[in-house]
Protein backbone atom coordinates (compact mmCIF):
# COMPACT_ATOMS: atom_id res chain seq x y z
CA UNK A 1 0.00 0.00 0.00
CA UNK A 2 1.36 3.37 -0.90
CA UNK A 3 1.25 6.16 1.50
CA UNK A 4 -1.48 8.85 -0.04
CA UNK A 5 -0.96 12.38 1.34
CA UNK A 6 -3.53 15.10 0.46
CA UNK A 7 -1.91 17.67 2.69
CA UNK A 8 1.19 18.44 4.64
CA UNK A 9 0.52 20.90 7.80
CA UNK A 10 3.47 22.44 9.62
CA UNK A 11 2.96 24.95 12.62
CA UNK A 12 5.77 26.35 15.07
CA UNK A 13 4.93 27.22 18.35
CA UNK A 14 7.16 30.10 20.21
CA UNK A 15 6.66 31.19 23.72
CA UNK A 16 9.21 34.25 24.55
CA UNK A 17 7.43 35.79 27.20
CA UNK A 18 5.56 34.10 30.01
CA UNK A 19 3.95 35.24 33.27
CA UNK A 20 5.44 38.81 32.31
CA UNK A 21 8.77 37.39 32.66
CA UNK A 22 10.85 36.31 29.59
CA UNK A 23 11.61 32.78 28.56
CA UNK A 24 14.83 32.40 27.31
CA UNK A 25 15.79 30.25 25.41
CA UNK A 26 12.52 30.39 24.07
CA UNK A 27 10.07 26.90 24.78
CA UNK A 28 9.73 25.91 20.95
CA UNK A 29 7.48 23.26 19.83
CA UNK A 30 6.91 22.10 16.01
CA UNK A 31 4.19 20.12 15.09
CA UNK A 32 3.94 18.30 11.58
CA UNK A 33 0.74 16.71 10.34
CA UNK A 34 -0.01 14.59 7.24
CA UNK A 35 -3.57 14.47 6.25
CA UNK A 36 -3.89 10.81 4.48
CA UNK A 37 -6.20 8.26 2.89
CA UNK A 38 -7.63 5.93 5.11
CA UNK A 39 -7.59 2.87 2.83
CA UNK A 40 -10.31 0.81 5.25
CA UNK A 41 -12.67 3.64 5.49
CA UNK A 42 -16.07 2.46 5.47
CA UNK A 43 -15.22 -1.24 5.86
CA UNK A 44 -14.28 -3.63 9.04
CA UNK A 45 -10.87 -5.76 8.30
CA UNK A 46 -9.27 -8.18 10.91
CA UNK A 47 -5.75 -7.08 9.92
CA UNK A 48 -4.51 -3.66 10.13
CA UNK A 49 -1.35 -4.40 8.80
CA UNK A 50 -2.01 -2.34 5.28
CA UNK A 51 -2.38 0.42 7.53
CA UNK A 52 0.75 -0.55 9.89
CA UNK A 53 2.89 -0.74 7.17
CA UNK A 54 2.13 3.08 6.50
CA UNK A 55 3.45 3.89 10.10
CA UNK A 56 7.35 4.07 9.05
CA UNK A 57 7.11 6.03 6.27
CA UNK A 58 5.15 8.43 7.90
CA UNK A 59 6.66 9.06 10.86
CA UNK A 60 9.87 9.47 9.48
CA UNK A 61 8.16 12.37 7.04
CA UNK A 62 6.65 13.86 9.71
CA UNK A 63 9.97 13.91 11.97
CA UNK A 64 11.72 14.90 9.21
CA UNK A 65 9.80 18.22 8.35
CA UNK A 66 9.35 18.78 12.32
CA UNK A 67 13.15 18.60 12.64
CA UNK A 68 13.11 21.05 9.89
CA UNK A 69 10.56 23.70 10.78
CA UNK A 70 12.37 23.73 14.39
CA UNK A 71 15.66 24.85 12.68
CA UNK A 72 17.63 22.82 15.34
CA UNK A 73 20.34 19.80 15.28
CA UNK A 74 18.30 16.35 15.57
CA UNK A 75 19.25 15.97 19.37
CA UNK A 76 18.58 19.43 20.44
CA UNK A 77 15.02 17.95 20.17
CA UNK A 78 13.98 16.92 24.07
CA UNK A 79 10.68 16.27 23.91
CA UNK A 80 8.04 14.63 21.61
CA UNK A 81 4.27 13.37 21.33
CA UNK A 82 1.58 12.00 18.43
CA UNK A 83 -1.60 11.74 17.84
CA UNK A 84 -4.61 10.94 15.22
CA UNK A 85 -7.70 12.13 14.66
CA UNK A 86 -9.76 9.33 11.99
CA UNK A 87 -12.03 10.78 9.57
CA UNK A 88 -15.75 9.25 10.32
CA UNK A 89 -15.95 6.50 8.05
CA UNK A 90 -13.15 4.70 9.76
CA UNK A 91 -12.15 3.09 13.55
CA UNK A 92 -9.81 4.36 16.79
CA UNK A 93 -8.14 1.29 15.61
CA UNK A 94 -6.80 2.55 12.17
CA UNK A 95 -4.97 5.20 14.53
CA UNK A 96 -3.52 2.72 16.66
CA UNK A 97 -2.69 1.08 13.78
CA UNK A 98 -0.38 3.76 12.36
CA UNK A 99 1.03 4.99 15.48
CA UNK A 100 1.61 2.29 17.39
CA UNK A 101 3.35 -0.56 15.47
CA UNK A 102 5.84 1.14 13.52
CA UNK A 103 5.69 4.93 13.74
CA UNK A 104 8.34 5.27 16.57
CA UNK A 105 11.57 3.68 15.19
CA UNK A 106 12.22 6.33 12.56
CA UNK A 107 11.23 8.93 14.76
CA UNK A 108 13.49 8.29 17.18
CA UNK A 109 15.98 8.19 14.47
CA UNK A 110 15.13 11.45 13.35
CA UNK A 111 15.14 12.69 16.59
CA UNK A 112 18.85 11.26 17.36
CA UNK A 113 17.08 8.21 19.88
CA UNK A 114 14.42 8.54 21.95
CA UNK A 115 14.14 5.92 25.42
CA UNK A 116 10.49 6.92 26.74
CA UNK A 117 7.55 5.84 24.68
CA UNK A 118 6.35 8.31 22.63
CA UNK A 119 2.81 9.32 24.28
CA UNK A 120 0.02 9.39 22.14
CA UNK A 121 -3.41 10.37 21.49
CA UNK A 122 -6.33 9.73 19.21
CA UNK A 123 -10.25 9.63 18.20
CA UNK A 124 -12.28 9.86 15.58
CA UNK A 125 -13.82 13.19 14.26
CA UNK A 126 -14.78 15.43 11.28
CA UNK A 127 -13.14 18.13 9.40
CA UNK A 128 -11.90 21.12 11.75
CA UNK A 129 -11.55 19.05 14.66
CA UNK A 130 -8.86 19.94 17.02
CA UNK A 131 -6.30 16.81 18.86
CA UNK A 132 -4.64 17.86 21.86
CA UNK A 133 -1.42 15.45 21.88
CA UNK A 134 0.71 15.13 25.05
CA UNK A 135 4.42 15.86 24.78
CA UNK A 136 6.79 14.16 27.07
CA UNK A 137 10.74 14.12 27.48
CA UNK A 138 12.25 11.66 24.93
CA UNK A 139 14.37 9.91 27.56
CA UNK A 140 13.00 10.38 30.44
CA UNK A 141 8.99 9.87 30.62
CA UNK A 142 8.83 11.06 34.35
CA UNK A 143 11.09 14.35 33.58
CA UNK A 144 8.63 17.34 34.34
CA UNK A 145 9.60 20.20 32.84
CA UNK A 146 8.64 18.56 29.26
CA UNK A 147 5.13 17.21 30.52
CA UNK A 148 3.05 19.13 28.36
CA UNK A 149 0.96 19.20 24.97
CA UNK A 150 0.49 21.05 21.62
CA UNK A 151 -3.16 21.29 19.76
CA UNK A 152 -3.25 21.75 16.08
CA UNK A 153 -6.89 21.62 14.24
CA UNK A 154 -7.20 21.52 10.02
CA UNK A 155 -10.37 22.85 9.13
CA UNK A 156 -10.42 20.66 6.09
CA UNK A 157 -9.42 17.74 7.28
CA UNK A 158 -10.18 14.53 8.33
CA UNK A 159 -12.90 14.15 5.24
CA UNK A 160 -14.80 11.17 6.51
CA UNK A 161 -12.12 8.43 4.40
CA UNK A 162 -9.08 10.48 5.73
CA UNK A 163 -6.88 10.75 9.03
CA UNK A 164 -5.00 13.29 9.86
CA UNK A 165 -1.43 12.12 11.56
CA UNK A 166 0.55 14.67 13.83
CA UNK A 167 3.97 14.31 15.28
CA UNK A 168 4.42 17.25 17.80
CA UNK A 169 8.55 17.81 18.58
CA UNK A 170 9.85 20.15 21.19
CA UNK A 171 13.16 21.94 21.95
CA UNK A 172 12.47 22.60 25.58
CA UNK A 173 10.04 21.99 28.38
CA UNK A 174 6.94 24.03 29.69
CA UNK A 175 8.09 28.09 29.56
CA UNK A 176 9.18 28.73 32.94
CA UNK A 177 8.50 25.41 34.22
CA UNK A 178 9.59 25.17 37.96
CA UNK A 179 7.57 21.78 39.11
CA UNK A 180 9.74 19.44 40.93
CA UNK A 181 9.14 15.48 41.44
CA UNK A 182 8.74 15.11 45.50
CA UNK A 183 11.95 14.21 47.14
Not at 26 to 38: G, K, M
Not at 49 to 74: H, N
Not at 93 to 115: I, K, Q
Not at 140 to 162: G, K, T, V
Request: proline residues 8%; glycine residues 10%.
Amino acid sequence: MELEIRKLVVQVEEVTREAGRPVDPPARTALAAAVIANPLAGRYEQSLDELAELGAPLGGLLAERAVAALGCAPNDVVAYGKGAIVGLDGELEHAAALLHPRFGAPVRAAVDHGDAIIPGTKKVAGAGTSITVPVTNKDDIWSFDEMSAAEIAIPDAPRDDEIVVVLALATGGRPLARVKKPG
